[in-house]
């Protein structure tokens, strides 16, 4: 693995170093793990009692934070910034794939439109009159329907699927496996008691820097379009159902679900296994704790429960259901008392 | 995109028109969302007041229901269906996939049987002996395993696995990524505390007209089958276990997971989320709601709640929890009273 | 389907026959379905009376066990370990896959290492330096990254995807579609109130005999690795979230999520959809019961719940949230008494 000297760093990051300039960083992690040949960072002081005991090599620090004896530095006024380039240099020293370019074994229909720079692994299929923007990566075995198109500077790692007609903007992610644009869940019954499938005309949008986990899932529209806004990051197994609205930079946990046609302001956040019922509006900046069902509306704030409730009084309800052993027994001291007192 | 005029959806569809003949429909929406363009329809009264401030170009409703001045309708039995034509021949106007008729890429063994009108996609893998129905289409990257059998008409998006020996009806509907005939999960733990894989040796069936979701899996069986009755539609990152039984005409939700040998009766409906424990039965036409736990078996009726009990009882039951503060304090109130009542 | 002689299958499980050694068995059932052509076993004297309703041809049972008049007994110490033993002889004579050996599609970059007797399906890919041990079997469409390591005996299903440098043990199980080293979701908020993304640099280690159900997804750590220690089995649709360490001999079944950073001992055992959160610790042996919220580490120990809880008090506390209707009518009766008590 390469490795660079804490004086090289220093530069790279824009940092004042307060240490031994020709040592030699190899890795990262946080103050708990780090070892003396990673570099590390504080970005919260409520950790400063870790920055004491780690064995960092280097740690990254904003220029308010005392330094402590016996240990080197990298002041910045962004050390969480300066800690992201470090990591980023140390990834791009290793291996990389043998697959760039357009790989011969690719299936591209002649009619789609291929930008500069563009790599396209082993075995992908794209369909007719896709559009697929400049310096795009897309993976072995991804799967790029009719009419699809791609912004610049996206990433389709391995296994995905983009079915016909779906629009995604500049530098969106997919994690492996996921797919974009199965069929909305809809159905009517006939006279005879049998489920007839809607149709599901409509397409899914991702717009600019969205990025969905793997092996998430995200319906198209019965008509028209199911959006992921910009910015927005989408973890892995997470259901988005046909006609639901993300709004822009919202986070939304693994194994989250969202029925049809609920909408989210934007900075929502959605901790995992949470369940959003269909046609709810999600209020902006609002955040849901891991596994709560949000059953209707919910203005701005803070939620958690199933049925979701605002947390305050989720914690309340919470100490009364976990004190009911107590209140029955007063209870029936109570009526034992009544029953005894003198007529 | 093309475009119909109303005289010739009024013919297609064998509806009544009240309007202008001449006038172009190009897409479909709800009424709520539909433009002068789009064709929309009233399938229930309950949304009248929707259908006044519609500006659907066209509205398809029923015999019975009173037409407003200034809109123009298609008139019929069914509007429901009616509207479902037009979406579906608005649908195949729209730009088909390159990919018909039996890809050169695709590697299908020379023991397995192939039907007439198959679509075959790139890089498509067949098995042996596997035997694919008339007018089925299995799309790019998908793999159909050894003595695998699908019936006639069936649609497979791409990158589904079926694995051997699974047998699917006719009309079947396989969204990408889905799982067919996975290895159940059983292990026996062995004297030193290690878990041994249990051979799972059976199957899974597909019965005529279901449909499985993106990204869901469904796990052969033990012994014998795994079954999905005919007329059974199951959403995305659904998980039904070894042996378990579904019957005809279910609606499964997005997410829900069946455990082993469970068994339902026909025309069950669960909503997302919802889990069932292993080898308990649902009775007919038994309705759960989003998020339920099933862990018991359950007779026909309505059930919520996390262990599932009949909907009147779970709401019941969630007034109570949220007056838990007022009846602490009416406790306190009491004990207060009492201990200050004269001797 | 092949078939063996009550004679046969007595001496390949090392068992002690009682019974017509002529008669032939071509299949293994459990105790209630099994039909005369079929193999059963006792695994647990709970089981005694489906034994003696069973239409099994042969019933696996241990020397302290009492045979009954008119069935075949298979007698031996383990009768289990008989039962597999037979199931697994059945398996064998099954239809095999047409691809093994290195099917002439697959895509394996020069600087790749093959071990001996490797089985690689159509369309897999493999990049860049990865090493795949001896006896491997890699089915059609999967994809193996850069650097990663494969150790022997391992079966991969069709569709999975490892991503670079990940490293798998030996005999390690990958059911189809499932995601090994897909990024960790870590992102830092900038100043404008859009989520970065955080390198994703560390990797994922499967140590020997562990298995990972269909669909699930296993994240890479930001540094370092996740990791699943030896012997664990996964089921379907579970993820495991960046630097999560999976103690030994777990078992987590379906659609369960284990957030960042969580820790659990060996021999844990989860039931499905359960959630752990970010950072928590469970001991060694802890079961936790379907559908619980693990919200705080857990010390040894079986819990219920969401939040999680031991299980005597999770039915203490069920107990008295079902009786809260009767505790509103007793409070409101002691209120009257109270206000009509003579002054």
Redesign the interface.
Known sequence: MKSFTLEELAKRVGATLMGDGSMRIS????LD?ASEN?ASFL?NIRYREAMKTSKAGVICIDTETEPLDGKQYLISKDP??AF?II??L??SS??????TGI?P?A?I?P?ATIGKDVNI???V?I???AVIGDRTTI???S?I???VTLGTDCHI???C?I???CQLGNRV?L???C?IG??G?G??MDEK???????Q?GHVVLED?V?I???A?I?RAR??KTIICQ?T?I???V?I?HNAEIGA?N?L???T?V?GSAKTGH?VMMG??V?V?GHVTVDDYTMVA??S?ISKSLKTGKYRG??AIPIPEYN??EV??????E??E??KT??N??AN?PK
């Not at 290793?94 to 697959?99: N, Q």
């Open positions: 890795g990262v992690d946080t793990e990673d970005a969480s910034r992201q990591a980023e140390l990834r290793r291996e990389s794939t043998a697959f790989h074994t299936v229909d009619t692994g082993p075995f299929v369909d007719k009159k993976s072995a075995h799967f329907g009719t009419s790692y391995p296994s699927t079915r016909e007609e992610i994690q492996s496996g797919v199965s069929c869940f159905y009517i008691g049998c489920h007839r499938k809607l149709e005309l820097d990025e986990g793997a092996n899932t319906d008509f028209k910015g990051k973890d892995n197994l259901q159902a930079h986070i946990a693994a194994q679900g029925a900075h995992g296994q369940g019922l891991t596994r069902g199933s049925p309340r309800q009364h259901v976990r004190k009911l052993k209140y029955a007063r209870l109570l009526e008392k009544l007192l």
